[in-house]
């Protein structure tokens, strides 16, 4: 069974930092783009920034901000977030494609639980 | 980006049929056929109920179908049940190698 479960979310002031983890199971997650998206408090889904074997993706909100990695000796997902703003607040989530789509990261067909991130002085 | 435009609300009775709408542009929605479609139910993650515009993963309802003309894309809810009383967003690849997102659309079983 595909597992995906976050952590690493926190209360961070204005200009901090933070290290978002998701470590994955149950599929080869080596050969898996997986992605990062969040949700504000009672707000849409908001595409963050994804990540195959060679390539990195982000979002203009937060490019050069966050950098997104991923250590496949350990099946661990990172997302690595600095300058962090207010408008950062939300439950971050990982994510993966459906089987068979491997590096079809625009489609997610596996989610974790999300980690929350509030950013507040 | 600009998230794609869908409607904040649509409601039906239970067996009828509804349809979502999720417009973007000719640099996401009308570029690629790689729109998707999820559900999600408060407090819970989303799901993936349609991607690739018409393709259902394994364990989706047939009821749930997709289809795209232009810029615009669309999900049909069919036979509407209570169950299926929940947020859905429609997301779109971008010619930026981006993904964007709709709004969301809270549809209500009468």
């Known amino acids: 069974e595909v597992q995906l479960l976050e952590s690493g979310g926190a209360l961070v002031q204005p200009g901090g930092s933070l290290r978002l983890s998701c470590a994955a199971s149950g599929f080869t997650f080596s050969s898996y783009a997986v992605s990062w998206v969040r949700q504000a408090p009672g707000k849409g889904l908001e595409w963050v920034s994804s990540i195959t074997s060679s390539d990195t993706y982000y979002a203009d909100s937060v490019k050069g901000r966050f950098t997104i990695s991923r250590d496949n000796s350990k099946n661990t997902l990172y997302l690595q977030m600095h300058s962090l703003r207010a408008e950062d607040t939300a439950l971050y989530y990982c994510?993966?494609?459906?089987?068979?789509?491997?590096?079809?990261?625009?489609?997610?067909?596996?989610w974790g639980q999300g980690t929350l991130v509030t950013v507040s002085s | 980006q600009s998230a794609l435009t869908q409607p904040a609300s649509v409601s039906g009775s239970p067996g009828q049929s509804i349809t979502i709408s999720c417009t973007g542009s000719s640099s996401d929605v009308g570029a690629y056929n790689f729109v998707s479609w999820y559900q999600q139910y408060p407090g819970k993650a989303p799901k993936l109920m349609i991607f690739?515009?018409?393709n259902r993963p394994s364990g989706v309802s047939n009821r749930f179908s997709g289809s795209k003309s232009g810029n615009t894309a669309s999900l049909t809810i069919s036979g509407l049940q209570a169950e299926d009383e929940a947020d859905y967003y429609c997301s779109s690849y971008t010619t930026s190698s981006t993904v964007v997102f709709g709004g969301g659309t809270k549809v209500t079983v009468l």
């Open positions: 690739d515009v018409t």
């Open positions: 994510a993966k494609p459906p089987e068979r789509y491997n590096n079809g990261w625009s489609k997610l067909g596996h």
